[in-house]
């Protein structure tokens, strides 16, 4: 299928009524240097201490860096003395200053005087290129010079540049130029140009790459063409061009948009059929998608499907699940997710860790939250004090404190800085047990960490202790 077919297979009408663009005329360079009387005494004494009379493109770029661009008041007029040293009879730029000199208009933001600058380029090739082209070492700076008008929304400037290089150089444009151009359009909301641009493309026989689909796939879900999308997703498979993850991604998102979460699902098996991978954003998106729509739990079935064939990625969070299964109260459905998760290899984070533990907390489910306390802390996930004193505060509650020791002994093992609020919950639980030779021991290392500020409240903690009555430890 050739690409005129291809063009018109799109649905009807996709364009209002094209006004072309107009490209600037460019004025010649300046040989003049404006600069008031003290700049211009200061650059004439330079020029002539360092740049001899008959210097070359090489000397040119040495005196802007070592000279010009140190002083902040005549930085700005290398662009200038660039002019001025192209009415030399006895000089002549090459592609070694038409790139200083582009580079250093893009990073100072001078983009008024890039179009000037590819106008000299075009009407003086550069001297070591023979015959009419320019010199091949010239493309990056047209590549440069469109990449960086598109970025500031100056389209006229941006296809003079394009259509400049397109006549100077050997071959085709670059599909890569292309998909700058198109996508600039669309990021500033020239959704027409952008279309136009793309049909452009076929009529010069330039074929678009994946990049290429995926920009016009985005832009039309960002204007409200979801249909046109679909079709050239579908056109995209049928030129043999492969989608990969930002296709899928994009039409997933597409489809939540549009309120078709069955089809959004449907996409995302497709994906996993045509073997491409699932990346940790498609996941984000399909859980944010159906969360949406109040379906917590099919995204959980759905994670979990993916994780047990082995398609769900590596480092994906479901911490945002966690939390939204937790605040429905589901806590044990997502204690079930997180455990399937993890014996497929997929480690939560501390942060669905400490989200996982305040939900079981919530319910009162103290033991299932040390036993997932101790096996976040067995795996290297430490969590933070407030967290794990909470936890211990709620063991010692339900009098579990010999059990709350042992995880203590743990965390300080694996890293947790214990403060002596730990100490002192554990201390009361011993209390309220009637353990008090454990409690002691305690205190006495307390003591040795500098936990104890002052004998009151060491008195304190003994009187606590002494009052337990206690017939276990006698």
């Not at 802007?64 to 290398?78: A, F, G, R, V, W």
């Not at 699902?265 to 996941?283: D, K, L, N, P, R």
Request: proline residues 4%; contains cysteine; glycine residues 6%.
């Amino acid at each position: 299928m050739n690409k005129t077919m291809v063009i018109k297979k799109f649905p009807k009408p996709i364009l209002k009524p094209h006004h072309p663009i107009p490209t600037p005329t460019p004025t010649p360079l300046s040989t003049s240097l404006p600069t008031t009387s003290t700049q211009l005494s200061t650059l004439t004494h330079l020029l002539k201490t360092h740049l001899k009379p008959h210097f070359t493109p090489k000397d040119l770029i040495f005196f802007i860096k070592k000279h010009l661009h140190h002083h902040p008041s005549l930085s700005h007029l290398d662009f200038h003395l660039f002019s001025y040293a192209a009415s030399l009879d006895c000089f002549r730029h090459d592609h070694t200053t038409f790139q200083y000199m582009a580079h250093s208009l893009v990073a100072s933001h001078r983009l008024h005087s890039l179009t000037q600058l590819i106008h000299y380029i075009a009407t003086n090739p550069c001297p070591c290129q023979d015959g009419i082209f320019s010199c091949s070492r010239n493309e990056p700076i047209f590549r440069l010079c469109v990449s960086s008008f598109c970025r500031a929304g100056m389209f006229s400037d941006a296809l003079y540049v394009f259509d400049v290089m397109k006549k100077m150089i050997d071959g085709k444009v670059s599909v890569d130029l292309y998909n700058v151009v198109i996508h600039g359009f669309f990021k500033f909301g020239k959704f027409d140009e952008a279309v136009e641009f793309y049909g452009r493309m076929g009529r010069e026989r330039v074929r678009p790459n994946v990049v290429t689909f995926n920009i016009m796939i985005s832009g039309f879900c960002r204007n409200g063409k979801f249909d046109l999308a679909l079709g050239l997703f579908r056109e995209m498979k049928d030129e043999g061009c492969v989608p990969n993850v930002i296709s899928f991604n994009t039409l997933v998102r597409g489809f939540f948009r549009e309120g078709k979460v069955e089809e959004a699902i449907g996409m995302a098996h497709e994906m996993i059929e045509m073997g491409c991978e699932i990346s940790c954003v498609t996941c984000e998106i399909l859980v944010d998608g159906l969360c949406r729509e109040a379906r917590v739990m099919d995204a959980c079935d759905l994670l979990m499907d993916f994780s047990e064939k082995g398609v769900l990625p590596r480092g994906f969070d479901c911490c945002g699940l966690v939390e939204r299964l937790c605040d429905k109260g589901e806590v044990l459905r997502a204690m079930e997710l997180v455990d399937e998760l993890w014996k497929e290899g997929h480690s939560p984070s501390l942060i669905a860790c400490t989200t996982m533990i305040e939900g079981l907390r919530r319910i009162r489910d103290v033991g299932k939250a040390a036993v997932f306390m101790e096996m976040m802390l067995k795996n290297g996930i430490v969590p933070d004090s407030v967290t794990f004193n909470c936890l211990l505060e709620d063991m010692c509650d339900v009098r579990r404190v010999l059990e709350a020791n042992k995880l203590r002994l743990l965390a300080s093992s694996k890293g947790l800085d214990l403060d002596g609020i730990t100490y002192r919950i554990l201390v009361s639980g011993y209390s309220r047990e009637g353990r008090r030779k454990d409690g002691e021991a305690l205190v006495n290392e307390m003591l040795d960490k500098d936990f104890i500020p002052d004998i009151a409240t060491y008195n304190n903690l003994m009187n606590l202790l002494s009052k337990s009555a206690s017939t276990v430890n006698r």
